[in-house]
Structure formats: C-alpha cells, structure tokens
C-alpha cells in the first residue's frame, strides 16, 4: 500500500524557534505538496517540490528523493504559523493522473 | 482566495437524500479534483478530471459520482446518504499534471 508519513504529529514551541516537521513516503513519486491548513478550514499549497529544496518567506522545504523524505522547515516561527501542515503526495503513474494521497498532519502551535 | 469557488458553503441533508456540490475551478486550469477530508479517514482523494474526462479515481463509493463540463466546472453527486457521509469536501484546481493544486473552500455536509 502507497503511504504517507508525517512525524511529528503534534508539536509545541516558542516564537522565535526554528521548527522542522518530517514526511516519508512508500515508492515513487512524481511531486511532493506541502499544505497548511488553518482551523476554519481552508488548504492552502505552500510548495510543490520534485527535487532539491525551495523556499518562501521564513518556510523552507527540501525532498531527497533517494532517502524518501522531505522537511518542511519554519525559521523564527511566529504564533501565526500555528496551523496544521501536511504533507502529500502524487505517485508516479501514467496519462497524468496525479491525485493527491495525504498523510495524517502535523498539528503545530506557536506559544507567544 | 485560492480562485477556486465552491457552492454551497454548508449543507444540512438527511440519511437517504441525494445533494450536488458544484465547483468552479481557477480561470485556465483543466485539472479539477474531489477530496474528502472526516474526522476518521482524514483527507481522502475521490476523483480527477482533465478537460471534461475523467482521469484517475481513488477511494470513491460506487453511490457517489461526479463530471465536468464543457465550461470545466465540476459536480459532485453524492446519494443514498449516510452518517459517516458527513464531512467537508474539498475541490482544487491545476492547470496541468504534475502542478501546484490550488484548493476550494470546501463545502461542509452534515448528514442527520
């Protein structure tokens, strides 16, 4: 079976720290997503990533593809970024199917 | 706002009934997908669709269908409802495969 998974599943931490949640993955891929969702609701795509590592404002995502992992990273993390992350997945397939498979998420929360 | 418009916002049904969930995709994306996201499964992929054909299917119930249309927005038939029906489903949109996938709102259905 194709899995996901995002460790850790809850995480607490001061402003100002430098946070770092994991994702592993089962086979091949074709792109890795880094999604954030608030309470309310709403999914938001913070990155799409195949290769390498990309960055945006204060969030950071890296993907070894040998290893089956990537890292989403927040530097100077602020309560604002309490939200729940996740990580998922579209699997290498033919004739461009690419539906997402989801691991479980990380619930983070940024104390003042 | 993600450009992705989903309606209705909330919906109230009872065990039996049969709803349609309406997406509009972002303006120049061909890719629409269904996610289902409960409090058990987690988010869920249900189905893609590229240029008005279907493309991949994940775990959709056989009571639940969906399409798209010439204007590439997308319905979501769900019948003979039942309780562990409810949950918030999400439509995102992409311009290709594999790409960022940009996210709905989402509708709430609550099955009574």
């Known amino acids: 079976k194709n899995e996901v998974e995002q460790s850790p599943q809850n995480l607490t931490a001061q402003e100002g720290e430098f946070i770092t949640i994991n994702c592993s993955y089962s086979?091949?891929?074709?792109?890795l997503h880094w999604l954030q969702q608030h309470p309310g609701g709403g999914i938001v795509s913070l990155f799409m990533?195949?290769?390498g590592k990309k960055k945006h404002g204060r969030l950071i995502a890296t993907i070894n593809i040998q290893e089956k992992h990537s890292s989403l990273h927040i530097t100077a993390s602020h309560p604002r970024d309490s939200a729940v992350y996740i990580c998922?997945?579209?699997?290498?397939?033919?004739?461009?199917?690419?539906?997402?498979?989801f691991g479980k998420g990380t619930h983070l929360i940024i104390q003042p | 706002d993600s450009g992705v418009t989903q309606t209705p916002k909330h919906l109230i049904t009872a065990t039996g009934q049969r709803v349609t969930l309406r997406c509009s995709p972002r303006s120049g994306d061909l890719s629409v997908y269904w996610y289902q996201q409960s409090l058990d499964q987690g988010l869920q992929f249900l189905i893609q669709?590229?240029?008005?054909?279907?493309?991949a299917k994940g775990n959709i119930l056989e009571r639940f269908s969906a399409q798209q249309f010439p204007d590439l927005h997308s319905e979501l038939n769900l019948s003979s409802l039942e309780l562990g029906d409810s949950a918030l489903y999400f439509c995102?949109?992409?311009?290709?495969?594999?790409?960022?996938?940009?996210f709905g709102p989402g509708t709430r259905l609550t099955v009574l």
């Open positions: 998922a997945v579209s699997w290498v397939s033919g004739g461009g199917a690419d539906g997402l498979t």
């Open positions: 669709y590229y240029n008005g054909e279907e493309r």
């Open positions: 990533l195949s290769s």
């Open positions: 995102a949109s992409s311009v290709g495969t594999p790409n960022t996938q940009y």
């Open positions: 086979v091949g891929i074709s792109a």
